[in-house]
């Protein structure tokens, strides 16, 4: 049984869901101010339970007809490489569909 515990990783899912919330919502600026309704999408745990992959989706301003009178959203995905040891965000990406 010790050997199972041994390969669980540390940090565990909600723990992993919270840091990439939180690393989203600090660079939110940065990367856009017309974000809305972000929620999570996706979760996996890498099959060496190293590393957690957190999909994260929003709603963001389709910006291609600016005289739209009524805004039209985008939906858009970030995928976030958290170390299962140390909660460290290893890499942010953006997700392809």
């Known amino acids: 049984?010790?050997?199972?515990?041994k390969n669980l990783p540390k940090i565990d899912v909600r723990a992993a869901v919270?840091?990439?919330?939180?690393?989203?919502?600090?660079l939110q600026d940065m990367i856009d101010s017309s974000i809305q309704s972000l929620r999570l999408e996706e979760v996996e745990l890498s099959e060496d339970k190293q590393f957690w992959f957190i999909t994260l989706g929003f709603d963001c301003v389709n910006l291609n007809n600016l005289l739209q009178v009524v805004p039209q959203?985008?939906?858009?995905?970030?995928?976030?490489?958290?170390?299962?040891?140390?909660?460290?965000?290893?890499?942010?990406?953006?997700?392809e569909l």
């Open 1 to 5: 049984m010790e050997s199972s515990v």
């Open 18 to 26: 919270s840091l990439a919330q939180k690393y989203f919502n600090n």
């Open 73 to 95: 959203y985008a939906r858009e995905y970030k995928i976030f490489k958290i170390n299962a040891e140390t909660g460290e965000i290893e890499s942010m990406k953006i997700r």
